[in-house]
């Protein structure tokens, strides 16, 4: 992996996003998209994007489970669960 950092505007990008993505996907190098001069996106190798995805869900579990053990270890609710408890609380006919 290279650790380069450009940048280009979404005008520049248009013209040349064959190019951009090229240079991401064969050198490793990161690209920052800017409109108005305001960094708003960046294209990444997709070895990175799947790192960044895999640390998230991995802190996402972390959280749920302190979540989990605050509560007591108490079972969680499955989303069919909770719903059927809208519907019975806030169903059709009740104001």
Do not use: C, W
């Amino acid at each position: 992996m290279v650790d380069v950092m450009n940048e280009i505007s979404v005008g520049e990008l248009r013209i040349h996003l064959a190019d951009v993505l090229n240079e991401v996907a064969y050198t490793g190098a990161r690209t920052v998209i800017t409109r108005a001069g305001k960094r708003i996106a960046a294209v990444v190798p997709i070895d990175e994007a799947d790192m960044l995805e895999e640390a998230e869900d991995a802190y996402l579990n972390l959280l749920a489970d302190q979540s989990e053990e605050a509560q007591g270890g108490k079972p969680r609710k499955t989303l069919a669960e909770v719903l059927a408890e809208y519907a019975e609380d806030f169903g059709e006919g009740k104001a």
